[in-house]
């Protein structure tokens, strides 16, 4: 994968260095919002297993895209904040690229999961009554796992065109991880071509998947206005809006930092705009969908309760 015009062996990851004043500060926060991220993903998880009633496809894919998001954040946030507390922040090349090939995989399974929960919402209001044939256990996993393939193979190539690079100057990292602008502005032959070969992979992951679900609310739409009971609009708009919701926090701040036209001066701000979608969006997402779903809400109060009586016990 790699060039052998490659003379660069390790990165520095200068990220928070920008803000000294700011590391314990940034340390706390994005610790705790870790150890957030980790419990409410975990709970959703457990309370999508144990709870027979939400053994259906929304909540099959609710539980595959909280387990995408809490390995997303672990291949980011863990390093982070050993960097915080280190004065070391080097990252070999290998390290690196293994650090994007993943992050970008899960990244991409992602939109690919979300894209599947709008199909699914579209199946069950458009088609009702083929819903469960064609919606089974099956074909949901196969959703699942040609998201989780398709994502990483996307990414792989992104990782192949970054890495065949050759990076001979400088070798720090505007950026708290190995993100892509970042990482080839520091190659010596980066081309337009590469930028379009690049632009091309994450506009197949963004804007193909948003289309998609952009297509599967406008046939929702037209199905839902047609319904005579206006109790039977809102039925059906509230079990979207959790997802509409999702799908608008992750899509608006990915698409700023991975679609429009990138400069030297805008790293700092697309660092900035990384914390929020490497942390506060999977932080955001089983908030959502526990305020907003009372299904869900119940299911996670049984959980707690299980778990609070096993540890009095």
């Given at each position: 994968m790699m060039s052998n015009h490659t003379t660069v062996s390790?990165?520095?990851?200068?990220?928070?260095?920008?803000?000294?004043?700011?590391?314990?500060?940034?340390?706390v926060m994005i610790f705790f919002s870790h150890g957030t991220i980790l419990t409410a993903n975990v709970s959703i998880m457990?309370?999508?297993?144990?709870?027979?009633?939400?053994?259906?496809?929304?909540?099959?894919?609710l539980c595959g895209l909280s387990f995408s998001e809490t390995c997303s954040t672990m291949a980011i946030i863990p390093r982070t904040l050993a960097d915080l507390l280190s004065d070391s922040k080097t990252i070999s090349l290998p390290e690196c690229a293994t650090q994007m090939f993943v992050f970008f995989g899960l990244g991409a399974n992602n939109c690919f999961i979300m894209a599947a929960m709008s199909y699914d919402r579209y199946t069950a209001i458009h088609k009702p009554l083929h819903y469960?044939?064609?919606?089974?256990?099956?074909?949901?996993?196969?959703?699942?796992?040609?998201?989780?393939?398709?994502?990483?193979?996307?990414?792989?190539c992104i990782v192949i065109v970054v890495f065949n690079l050759s990076f001979c100057?400088?070798?720090?990292?505007?950026?708290?991880?190995?993100?892509?602008?970042?990482v080839v502005s520091l190659a010596c032959d980066y081309t337009s071509r590469h930028?379009?070969?690049?632009?091309?992979?994450?506009?197949?992951?963004l804007a193909g998947s948003c289309v998609f679900i952009v297509m599967s609310y406008v046939f929702i739409v037209s199905t839902v206005v047609k319904m005579p009971s206006a109790e039977g609009r809102y039925k059906v708009f509230s079990t979207c809006s959790s997802h509409?919701?999702?799908?608008?926090?992750?899509?608006?701040?990915?698409?700023?930092?991975?679609?429009?036209?990138?400069?030297?001066?805008?790293?700092?701000e697309d660092m900035l705009m990384a914390v929020t979608y490497t942390v506060?969006?999977?932080?955001?997402?089983?908030?959502?969908?526990?305020?907003?779903?009372?299904?869900m809400q119940t299911a996670l109060r049984k959980v707690l309760g299980k778990t609070g009586s096993s540890l009095r016990g």
């Amino acid at each position: 994968m790699m060039s052998n015009h490659t003379t660069v062996s390790t990165f520095l990851l200068w990220g928070f260095s920008s803000f000294p004043h700011l590391r314990g500060l940034l340390f706390v926060m994005i610790f705790f919002s870790h150890g957030t991220i980790l419990t409410a993903n975990v709970s959703i998880m457990v309370a999508v297993k144990l709870s027979h009633n939400l053994h259906t496809p929304m909540y099959f894919f609710l539980c595959g895209l909280s387990f995408s998001e809490t390995c997303s954040t672990m291949a980011i946030i863990p390093r982070t904040l050993a960097d915080l507390l280190s004065d070391s922040k080097t990252i070999s090349l290998p390290e690196c690229a293994t650090q994007m090939f993943v992050f970008f995989g899960l990244g991409a399974n992602n939109c690919f999961i979300m894209a599947a929960m709008s199909y699914d919402r579209y199946t069950a209001i458009h088609k009702p009554l083929h819903y469960p044939i064609l919606m089974t256990h099956k074909i949901c996993f196969q959703f699942i796992t040609a998201s989780w393939m398709v994502g990483f193979l996307l990414s792989l190539c992104i990782v192949i065109v970054v890495f065949n690079l050759s990076f001979c100057d400088s070798n720090t990292i505007q950026h708290f991880f190995c993100d892509i602008s970042p990482v080839v502005s520091l190659a010596c032959d980066y081309t337009s071509r590469h930028e379009m070969v690049i632009f091309g992979l994450s506009a197949f992951v963004l804007a193909g998947s948003c289309v998609f679900i952009v297509m599967s609310y406008v046939f929702i739409v037209s199905t839902v206005v047609k319904m005579p009971s206006a109790e039977g609009r809102y039925k059906v708009f509230s079990t979207c809006s959790s997802h509409l919701t999702v799908v608008c926090i992750h899509y608006g701040f990915a698409g700023f930092v991975y679609l429009r036209p990138k400069d030297r001066d805008s790293f700092r701000e697309d660092m900035l705009m990384a914390v929020t979608y490497t942390v506060l969006t999977p932080l955001l997402n089983p908030i959502v969908y526990s305020l907003r779903n009372k299904e869900m809400q119940t299911a996670l109060r049984k959980v707690l309760g299980k778990t609070g009586s096993s540890l009095r016990g």
